[in-house]
Every structure is written in structure tokens, then in C-alpha cells.
């Protein structure tokens, strides 16, 4: 499969269920199965800038709200601003809570800074940088045609990362013009209703997205054999 091919339909629709972690047969991962046909209302946010209109659109909540970046005040919290910092990054273009799926599937709540130079994946209840990833080193977005809240960060040279927030939007545009200004080159997003992500770096998932009565359906599967 190549990790760099887009697609460009549309589709739209409300609410979704999520299966995580299934195997090839169905089976639900080891305690894992407490998020299954778990359901969550799916509401994006978007500023006047959107880089996949015409491809996927966007909620009528959508249109009305205005990005405003940094949803947490990154500056009332030391251990961000010291962390920051550190890895000599000052211009926070966005900062707020998502889901992160790990390699075993669980979910776990993390804080998600997009700055001019990196993503920083930070873990709230410790206070520690769990991951750094390098705008120039990110090969693409993948998304479904579909109205949910997943998307995934596909970087090439390292592993890959699947996150869940009601502002995918609002990310996804905020990376694609941060990228573009820091290596002069469109970032790629790719819309499919499956597509893979490597968990690790020799874990691949799948991710399975329908149109199910009264919303979407995300499935995220091992891929067979692992």
C-alpha cells in the first residue's frame, strides 16, 4: 500500500461507534473489549482556512466557531513552558487534549502542542514529553471520508500516531500551514474510508470506517497474522 496515495470523495453524517482493536477474526484485544460500540458526539471546529474543502465537509456547528489555538493557555502551565523550551520551540500554533491510541489499542488521554517546528504528544497526569515528532519528518494525514473524530500522523521514518478530538479540523489545517512555512512543501492528506497505520514500528493496524443507521462506524483491526 502506498503510505503517500490520496483519494477524494465525500460524505457526511453524525454520531459514531468505535471497535477497537479487533484481530482478523473479530476478536477484541485483551482488556480492551470496555471501549467497544462506545459512542461519543463528533463535533469539529474550523476557522476560515480549510485545506481539504471540497474533498470532506464540514458540520454546520463547524462553519460558526472560530480556531482559537491554544485552548489550554500553554503559558499558565511551567512544566509545558519549561518543556517547550528546552527543545528551544516558542510559537505554540496549537495546544489542547486529544485521545491517543498506543500499540495495544488502549486509549489515553494526552495533551497536543503543534508548534512552527514539532509536535509534542505530553502526558498530563506526569507532566512528561511522551513524544516529539518533527514537522519535516511527517509524510502525510490520513482521514476517512466521513464525519469522525480519527485521524492519523503517518511519519515515515519513525512509527506512526492515531489520535481521536473534536478538532481534527482545526489540526489538520494548522499542521498543513506550519509544515508549508517551515519546509516550504504541502503537507499531503488523504482521505479513505480504510486505511493503515503503523503502531509501532512492525505493528500495522487498520482503520475501518462506515456509514452505519444514525452515524459512523470506526473499527480499528490488527492486520492479519500479528
Known amino acids: 500500500m502506498d503510505r503517500r496515495k490520496a483519494s477524494t470523495r465525500i460524505r457526511v453524517h453524525a454520531a459514531e461507534a468505535v471497535d477497537v482493536d479487533r484481530d482478523a477474526h473479530g476478536k477484541p484485544a485483551d482488556d480492551e473489549s470496555e471501549f467497544n460500540e462506545h459512542r461519543q458526539p463528533s463535533v469539529e471546529i474550523a476557522g476560515d482556512l480549510e485545506p481539504f474543502m471540497g474533498v470532506k465537509m464540514r458540520r454546520l456547528a463547524s462553519i460558526r466557531r472560530e480556531c482559537r489555538g491554544d485552548y489550554l493557555d500553554v503559558r499558565s502551565y511551567s512544566y509545558l513552558t519549561k518543556l517547550l523550551s528546552k527543545q528551544g520551540d516558542k510559537k505554540v500554533l496549537f495546544a489542547d487534549k486529544v485521545l491517543k491510541f498506543t500499540e495495544s489499542g488502549k486509549m ?6 503543534i508548534t512552527d517546528f514539532a509536535i509534542y504528544l505530553v502526558d ?39 489520535m481521536a478530538t473534536t478538532r481534527k479540523t482545526e489540526i489538520v489545517t494548522v499542521l498543513i500551514e506550519a509544515t508549508k512555512t517551515m519546509s516550504e512543501y504541502e503537507l499531503v492528506v488523504t ?14 493496524k487498520e482503520v475501518h470506517c462506515e456509514e452505519v443507521d444514525g452515524g459512523v462506524r470506526t473499527r480499528i483491526l490488527r492486520k492479519g497474522g500479528q
Open 191 to 204: 482521505f479513505l474510508n480504510r486505511f493503515e497505520y503503523h503502531a509501532a514500528s512492525d505493528v500495522v
Open 124 to 162: 498530563p497526569e506526569t507532566e512528561s514529553l511522551k513524544r516529539r515528532i518533527v514537522l519535516s519528518t511527517v509524510g502525510k494525514l490520513c482521514l476517512s471520508e466521513l464525519n469522525d473524530n480519527f485521524f492519523a500522523i503517518i511519519v515515515p521514518r519513525e512509527y506512526d500516531c492515531l
Open 108 to 113: 489515553k488521554r494526552r495533551i497536543l502542542l
